[in-house]
């Protein structure tokens, strides 16, 4: 397949379009940003172990039979995926209370709540990235309800599995942001990308955070945590 011309270049990865129409290379960067970018740093490797990663998780999500834009992976750090308008919202799942909603609900980070809590922001810079609600969405115009319905059990079903999943590997998932895409036939699938930068995953056992926030909060070998991430996730049986 031939790589043609940059579609888009984001802070973590890069996406090329291809001489297939319907399929892109996604490229997974070095570059760590956080804080809307104030703090960035290049994290060697951090690219290729994120690449494994997100490909490990998709082919799950797959077999469970939960769409994703995942194709395959083709390189350390690059995979080919199906070309999707990526919706402009982050759709937030939460099983444990930490970061901007401890914050927000002042409760002490590592409260487990009652139930799953889901949330919605809009990715418009401009508005300052806010926290939305479903009508909201649909006034934009960037969903329908009925599509918000189907995201929503998308969601649920994400985090049952991965929770099962990183549970098997002595790890647990506290938080994760996923962003969903738009086919040109108008399904709507999982995309971007699943990693220890859009999950909070700390070790089951001693607590010790292994996600982005090592990053955010110059807790330092932020590529070893990841990397033992994938180690485990790479021992889990089916
Ligand atoms: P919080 O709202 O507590 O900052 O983040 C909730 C979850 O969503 C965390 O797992 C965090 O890593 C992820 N998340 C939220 N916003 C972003 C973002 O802009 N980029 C990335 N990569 N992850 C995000």
Request: proline share 3%; net charge negative.
């Amino acid at each position: 397949m031939k790589i043609e011309e940059l579609i888009i270049e984001g802070k973590d990865k890069t996406v090329y379009a291809t001489d297939a129409e319907d399929t892109v290379l996604i490229r997974f960067k070095d570059l760590t940003a956080a804080f809307h970018s104030i703090k960035k740093a290049v994290l060697n490797g951090k690219g290729a172990v994120n690449c494994q990663i997100s490909s490990l998780i998709f082919r799950k999500l797959e077999e469970q039979g939960i769409p994703t834009h995942y194709i395959a992976t083709v390189g350390d750090c690059e995979q080919l995926c199906e070309k999707v308008d990526i919706i402009p919202m982050q759709f937030i799942v939460r099983n444990v209370i930490a970061g901007s909603t401890a914050r927000l609900l002042n409760v002490e980070p590592g409260t487990k709540p009652s139930n799953v809590i889901y949330e919605l922001r809009y990715n418009n810079a401009a508005a300052g990235f806010p926290s939305i609600n479903q009508h909201h969405a649909v006034a934009l115009g960037i969903v329908t309800y009925e599509e918000l319905d189907g995201i929503k059990e998308t969601l649920r079903r994400v985090n049952e599995y991965l929770t099962g999943l990183f549970a098997s590997a002595g790890i647990t998932l506290v938080d994760f942001k996923l962003e969903m895409g738009r086919t040109p036939g108008g399904r709507i699938i999982v995309a971007d990308e699943i990693t220890p930068d859009t999950c909070r995953l700390c070790d089951s056992r001693t607590g010790e955070i292994m996600d982005k926030d090592r990053f955010r909060y110059d807790m330092g070998g932020v590529c070893d945590a990841y990397r033992e991430v994938l180690a485990r996730l790479e021992k889990v049986k089916d």
